[in-house]
């Protein structure tokens, strides 16, 4: 009925053309658990870095996943292209977004995330970046939907890092990134889903609440 949306609405986002010296700056936030799917990304990365491209991964975030993940990036040799910044206070990740190109949902495909919205997707949103996200069903719709980023099937490392060569162009990173702030406007925030949320209370009990 209602999704984690965010409760305040951020500034609209400021121009990021020629973001870090032609680097594209990722950047995933949240746990990182075997189903987050941050090993495809790890394998993303390493292809992206055997093509020669140029960008810059950040993870912020802890898990029982985490040790494996930076044994990924050890044994590929990703320590210039990946940083692991551990767990990072909500208040900051402000921060994190306006130094980023983009942002990723690389969660592996189940019924779990076949039935859950991350409230990550709806913050990069509303930081104006566009979003990348796996296959997922309600992340692929969320994206879709207001075209606000690209999706790629969840466990292809290669189609993930093609989806990201994609955003290294300016007009492409810009124009999703206004369409996720605008879809965040108009529909994904608090006081729409709390209207949503009051009314359907309503209509099961027969109380308009206010």
């Known amino acids: 009925i209602v999704s984690n949306t965010p409760v305040e609405i951020g500034a609209p986002p400021a121009r990021r053309s020629?973001?870090?010296?032609?680097?594209?700056?990722?950047?995933?936030?949240g746990l990182i658990n075997p189903s987050r799917g941050l090993r495809t990304v790890m394998e993303a990365a390493r292809l992206l870095r055997d093509m020669g491209r140029k960008f810059e991964i950040k993870?912020?975030?802890?898990?029982?996943?985490?040790?494996h993940i930076a044994s990924m990036v050890e044994r590929f040799g990703l320590q210039k292209e990946v940083q692991l910044l551990g767990w990072i206070d909500h208040q900051r990740l402000?921060?994190?977004?306006?130094?980023?190109d983009v942002g990723l949902v690389p969660h592996y495909v189940c019924s779990h995330w076949n039935n859950t919205i991350p409230n990550k997707i709806f913050d990069y949103m509303n930081?104006?970046?566009?979003?990348?996200?796996?296959?997922?069903?309600?992340?692929?719709?969320?994206?879709?939907?207001?075209?606000?980023?690209?999706w790629?099937?969840?466990?292809?490392?290669?189609?993930?890092?093609?989806?990201l060569v994609q955003l290294e162009d300016d007009a492409v990173r810009e124009r999703y990134g206004k369409n996720g702030y605008q879809a965040v406007v108009g529909r994904y925030n608090w006081q729409q889903d709390r209207r949503v949320l009051l009314d359907s209370v309503a209509s099961l009990t027969n109380h308009q609440l206010a």
């Open 18 to 29: 020629g973001a870090g010296g032609g680097v594209l700056r990722v950047v995933y936030v």
């Open 59 to 67: 993870v912020a975030g802890s898990g029982k996943d985490f040790r």
């Open 152 to 163: 790629y099937p969840d466990t292809d490392g290669a189609a993930l890092a093609q989806r």
């Open 127 to 150: 930081a104006g970046i566009p979003v990348v996200v796996s296959d997922a069903i309600p992340a692929r719709r969320i994206v879709e939907g207001p075209g606000c980023g690209l």
């Open 94 to 100: 402000n921060d994190v977004f306006a130094n980023a």
